[in-house]
């Protein structure tokens, strides 16, 4: 397995611009999380998915960031309009249902620049 | 609420010293703790978790719940073992997701 697949891995965009962040987790894996990390504020969860359904958005700081998961095998983290303070690498991981929900692998991450 | 706590972002030490990580946890249930790790351009990954009991890379770490602490120790650190490291709580209920500290950037020194 390829492990978790993020895309870009790298973005640069101009404030106003729609941004798409792409995931593809594990195969067989039930769990799926985006994460923030900022220099600020570390690691920060903003949403996390069990089987292709968000659980928790409580974390997803503004009404400008929206994801999806329309299969077991793709996620997508949208920021429309983007903001210089949205600047930050985004991480996708995933884990398995059951003992080891919380042994999460991780993505290369997306770092985004917000110009 | 969850609570993850790591006071020092920035932690050197010289090869062969000693090295502790602290990390304090807030939960009122029953705790799961990890520690991630993450090496310059490479992933975010598991270090340990304290349900193992193992040592990985020479580095343990044991949770004290009297004192609400899983500090990452390593009685001779080496120049590999720069890092950040991230403690994190998972909750054992039915919702699963866990709370990550603010992170330790471990520095070791030649």
């Known amino acids: 397995d390829a492990g978790v697949i993020q895309s870009p891995r790298h973005e640069v965009t101009e404030m106003g611009q729609e941004v798409t962040l792409r995931c593809k987790p594990i195969?067989?894996?039930?769990?799926l999380f985006w994460y923030r990390q900022t220099m600020m504020r570390g690691l920060e969860l903003l949403i996390y998915?069990?089987?292709?359904?968000?659980?928790?958005d409580s974390g997803m700081p503004e009404d400008r960031f929206s994801a999806k998961m329309p299969n077991a095998s793709f996620s997508t983290l949208k920021i429309q309009p983007s903001e210089p303070r949205d600047s930050a690498v985004y991480f996708c991981a995933s884990s398995r249902q059951g003992a080891g929900a919380n042994v999460l692998t991780f993505g290369a991450g997306s770092r985004l620049t917000v110009l | 609420a969850q609570r993850v706590t790591q006071p020092e972002k920035l932690l050197s030490v010289f090869k062969g010293a000693p090295v502790e990580l602290k990390c304090n946890y807030s939960y009122s249930g029953s705790p799961e703790l990890f520690w991630y790790v993450q090496y310059s351009r490479q992933r975010l990954q598991l270090l340990l978790r304290h349900i193992s009991r193992e040592s990985i890379k020479g580095f343990t770490a044991d949770l004290n719940k009297g004192e609400t602490s899983f500090h990452l120790k390593k009685p001779f650190a080496q120049e590999e073992d720069s890092a950040m490291y991230y403690c994190?709580?998972?909750?054992?209920?039915?919702?699963?997701?866990?709370?990550f500290g603010s992170g330790t950037q471990l520095t070791v020194l030649p």
């Open positions: 195969s067989g894996h039930d769990y």
């Open positions: 998915f069990n089987n292709n359904v968000p659980i928790d």
């Open positions: 994190a709580l998972g909750s054992s209920g039915s919702a699963r997701q866990l709370t």
